[in-house]
C-alpha cells in the first residue's frame, strides 16, 4: 500500500476478535522483533502472546485513554534509559513495526503502561532492566473494513508548518515550489496522543526543524518519533532522501526543539 494511503487510513484497532494469533505468524513475529531489537541501541521490544494474562494484569491501570484493550498479545517499548532521545527513537521505530504488523494480518494499538506498578510490568513482560512506558495491542481486528481519516479533525499545515520563524506560516504556494505540499498535505493523517498533534515544522532553507509545542512530559517524545517517522516515508516516497538527526532541547519555552533533517 502505498504511504500515502497508509496514512489517510491507519486508525487504531480497540476492539479484536477473540482468536489467537497463527502459530506461524507468531514465529515471524518472534524472528522480526530479535532483529528489530538487535539493531537499536536505546530501545528494544518485549512480546507477549498470552493476552489473558497480560489483560488481567493490566486491567484497570494501563491502556487507551484510561480503558485497557483486550487482544490476543502485546508487543512493549523496552527504553534502556531516561533520555529523550531513546523515547523518540523508540516510538519511531515501534511505528515501523506496525507497518510491518499491517502486511502480517494484524492490527495494533498504543496503550500507556505510564502508571502501572514497576513489579507488575517486569512480571508481564519479563525483563530486568529498562523502562516500558507503552506496549502495543495486536491481533486480527473485528473487522476488516477499512475507514479513510477525515480532514476536518486535522490542524491545517498553516497550523503546523512554518517558513524560517513560527511567525510566518507555510502557504500552499509556497510548499509547491519546495515540492513539500503533497507531503505536508498526508503528514496531516499522522497519528498523536489523543490526536493533540503536537509537532511543528520550520523550514529554513533546506533544513526542516522539527518542534514540540507546548511540551507536557514522554508523549510528546512519542509523538515526535511517530512524525519523523511518516516524514521520512513520505519523503521516500517523493524521491526525497532524508535523514533525522536528533537532538531534543527541551527548555521552558512554547516550542522545544526535537530534530532536523537536510532535504
Not at 497519528?191 to 526543524?209: A, C, E, H, M
Request: glycine share 6%; hydrophobic share 35%.
Amino acid at each position: 500500500m502505498l504511504m500515502n494511503n497508509f496514512l489517510k487510513t491507519r486508525t487504531s484497532t480497540r476492539s479484536f476478535k477473540n482468536k489467537e494469533i497463527k502459530k506461524d505468524t507468531v514465529k515471524k513475529l518472534y524472528e522480526l522483533l530479535k532483529e528489530k531489537s538487535e539493531n537499536l541501541n536505546n530501545c528494544g521490544f518485549l512480546f507477549n502472546n498470552n493476552g489473558d494474562i497480560v489483560f488481567e494484569q493490566l486491567e484497570g491501570v494501563g491502556g487507551y485513554q484510561g480503558l485497557m484493550i483486550k487482544s490476543p498479545a502485546y508487543i512493549a517499548l523496552n527504553t534502556f534509559d531516561d533520555n529523550p532521545k531513546s523515547y523518540i527513537e523508540g516510538s519511531y521505530h515501534m511505528e515501523d513495526l506496525i507497518t510491518e504488523l499491517e502486511e502480517l494480518g494484524l492490527a495494533s494499538c498504543w496503550i500507556s503502561l505510564k502508571d502501572v506498578d514497576e513489579t507488575v510490568k517486569k512480571t508481564v513482560f519479563n525483563y530486568n532492566s529498562g523502562k516500558v512506558d507503552y506496549a502495543l495491542s495486536i491481533g486480527y481486528p473485528q473487522r476488516n473494513e477499512i475507514h479513510e481519516n477525515s480532514s476536518s479533525d486535522r490542524i491545517g499545515i498553516d497550523k503546523f508548518v512554518f517558513i524560517d520563524d513560527f511567525y510566518t506560516p507555510a502557504t500552499i504556494e509556497e510548499l509547491e515550489l519546495r515540492g513539500l505540499d503533497d507531503l505536508f498535505y498526508y503528514l496531516r493523517f499522522a497519528p498523536s496522543t489523543y490526536n493533540k498533534q503536537p509537532w511543528r515544522f520550520v523550514l529554513d532553507g533546506d533544513i526542516v526543524k522539527l518542534y514540540t509545542e507546548d511540551y507536557s512530559g514522554v508523549e510528546n517524545l512519542v509523538d515526535c518519533g511517530i512524525i519523523m517517522y511518516y516524514f521520512k516515508k513520505l519523503a521516500e516516497s517523493l524521491a526525497i532522501d532524508t535523514k533525522w538527526d536528533i537532538d531534543p532541547k527541551l527548555e521552558d519555552e512554547k516550542y522545544q526543539y526535537i530534530a532536523e533533517t537536510r532535504i
